[in-house]
């Protein structure tokens, strides 16, 4: 089955910074958005930020916007997501998934091709 592939969690101290990858080849996101969502222990999985085909378009949760940024290389078949000044809040399983459109969406819904997901955990 074809799914995006996650990497770049960890463990990082409040304050600090992360870089996720989600590689992601193939036809099967040739042309689409991608998002990244995050999932809490006890908590529904939750849309993060999303990112437009051509990189032109972004979207972000209110709670990550100015200190997460959303990025992709096409080339490199990749979508990043760089995570600044984290706040134990953000602990979470963090996952990237192709989205049904060209532009980014914020419903959860819009999205399939999940990859299993990298664990961020931010000590306080």
């Known amino acids: 089955q074809v799914q995006p592939v996650e990497s770049g969690g960890g463990l990082v101290q409040a304050g600090g910074s992360l870089r996720l990858s989600c590689a992601a080849s193939g036809r099967t996101f040739t042309g689409f958005a991608m998002g990244w969502f995050r999932q809490a222990p006890g908590k529904e999985r939750e849309f993060v930020a999303g990112?437009?085909?051509?990189?032109?378009?972004?979207l972000y949760a209110d709670s990550v916007k100015g200190r997460f940024t959303v990025s992709r290389d096409n080339a490199k078949n990749t979508v990043y997501l760089q995570m600044n000044s984290l706040k134990p809040e953000d602990t979470a399983v963090y996952y990237c998934a192709r989205a049904s459109t060209i532009q980014p969406m914020g419903v959860m819904a819009r999205y399939g091709y999940w990859g299993q997901g990298t664990q961020v955990t931010v000590s306080s």
């Open positions: 990112i437009s085909w051509s990189g032109g378009s972004t």
